[in-house]
């Protein structure tokens, strides 16, 4: 079955640094691979997907992610985080035709000034 | 824009009683998903569904019903309610044709006292 691992539940970044988050699927085959941000009282919004093509992907407010199919990984990186930056983000994995879009525990970024 | 709305917004409910969240979206999807968020657990799915008069279930599935009387509606339902329900419920829709990234409704703070 598929899984999600993001082993970070709290990242702490000082505005302006680079930030990685990490994330660990397991699912056999080739994936469709999701980040989602999560705003105080608010549902997820897409941040970038990976659909089977370029290993790295760009998505909104200058975040990418690279797929590592040797290592199954999907970590998303930011050159330079903003305040506006903190939030807690989730990463996803849904398989090709499928229906069950599986989370992970999600990781909560701070930021400090 | 893909539009998934939640009702109610928060719901105190009492132990033994009924519960009812609804969830209506306006994307014309076929996939619709119930979540809840809990601190540590991060997103964990609870009833699914691929079109109108269809449930499926989810991870955590007991102690939850589940109806899609049409394509735009999916609810979410707790006869007996219970305090260990008390959580944060997101509804959202996909399109299982695209395998597209699912859009989020708000989510719904129920409280069981």
């Known amino acids: 079955a598929q899984s999600v691992t993001q082993p970070d539940a709290r990242v702490t970044v000082s505005e302006g640094a680079s930030l990685q988050l990490r994330c660990k699927y397991s699912?056999?085959?080739?994936?469709?691979l999701f980040w989602y941000v999560q705003y105080p009282r608010q549902g997820l919004q897409l941040l970038l997907k990976?659909?089977?093509?370029?290993?790295v992907v760009q998505g909104v407010n200058g975040f990418e992610a690279e797929f590592s199919k040797s290592n199954s990984s999907f970590h998303l990186r930011k050159a330079s985080v903003h305040w506006s930056d903190w939030a807690v983000y989730f990463c996803a994995v849904s398989p090709a035709g499928g229906y069950k879009v599986v989370f992970g525990s999600g990781t909560r970024l701070l930021v400090s000034p | 824009e893909a539009a998934v709305t939640q009702s109610p917004r928060n719901k105190v409910a009492v132990t033994g009683g009924k519960v009812t969240l609804s969830c209506n979206q306006t994307n014309n999807h076929n996939n619709m998903y119930w979540y809840r968020q809990d601190t540590g657990h991060g997103l964990r799915l609870i009833h699914y569904?691929?079109?109108?008069?269809?449930?499926e279930k989810g991870d955590i599935p007991d102690g939850y019903k589940a109806s899609r009387p049409s394509q735009e509606n999916f609810s979410l339902i707790l006869e007996l309610a219970t305090p260990s329900q008390t959580s944060v419920y997101f509804c959202?829709?996909?399109?299982?044709?695209?395998?597209?990234?699912?859009?989020f409704g708000k989510g719904t703070r129920l409280t069981v006292v």
């Open positions: 569904s691929y079109g109108a008069g269809s449930t």
């Open positions: 990976y659909y089977p093509g370029d290993p």
């Open positions: 699912y056999f085959g080739t994936p469709y």
């Open positions: 959202a829709s996909g399109d299982r044709q695209l395998n597209t990234e699912v859009f």
